[in-house]
């Protein structure tokens, strides 16, 4: 498979199937190396290097983080998870959700019908750290109302 070095500025600068899978192997490790994103996705380095660099100027990508494990010793139970309940005053809601969508406390978020927009099922340290959270994601503008649910019990 080899990179066309025209398509993405052909189809404005769109997301493919490539740098899905790009994006998919980053947020798997972040750390990755060129030479080995280029193995995974047959591409040459440059290739590499030049979608990614696209997709940062796009801002697809705006940051590379660590992500940190229990600390030793650490209870598996440690920490906090909640359900937030999301409805936008904004329509269409792509663009407000976009700007919380990759924070690193939303650990899956749902988008449905009915009362609500928006489930996002998160992970924090304790209730300071959800209250800090609801609050962050209350100040963004085109989000209405934010409620927290405490997950008692996983299943």
């Given at each position: 498979m080899?990179?066309?070095?025209?398509?993405?500025?052909?189809?404005?600068?769109?997301?493919?199937?490539?740098?899905?899978?790009?994006?998919?192997?980053?947020?798997?490790?972040?750390?990755m190396t060129l030479t080995a994103l280029a193995q995974k996705l047959a591409l040459s380095r440059t290739a590499v290097q030049a979608r990614m660099a696209r997709l940062e100027r796009d801002g697809v990508i705006t940051a590379y983080r660590?992500?940190?494990?229990?600390?030793?010793?650490?209870?598996v139970d440690e920490g906090l998870s909640a359900v937030l309940s999301i409805t936008f005053s904004q329509r269409?809601?792509?663009?407000v959700v976009e700007k919380f969508r990759h924070w690193p406390e939303i650990a899956?978020?749902?988008?449905?019908?009915?009362?609500?927009?928006?489930?996002?099922?998160?992970?924090?340290?304790?209730?300071?750290?959800?209250?800090q959270l609801v609050d962050r994601l209350s100040a963004i503008p085109g989000v209405a109302e934010v409620r927290s649910a405490v997950v008692l019990k996983g299943g």
């Open positions: 080899s990179e066309n070095p025209t398509a993405a500025r052909q189809n404005g600068g769109a997301r493919d199937g490539l740098d899905e899978r790009l994006i998919a192997l980053l947020t798997a490790n972040a750390r660590a992500i940190l494990g229990p600390r030793p010793g650490a209870g269409p809601c792509a663009p899956h978020y749902y988008s449905v019908t009915g009362p609500l927009d928006a489930y996002a099922v998160v992970k924090v340290a304790g209730a300071h750290d959800l209250s």
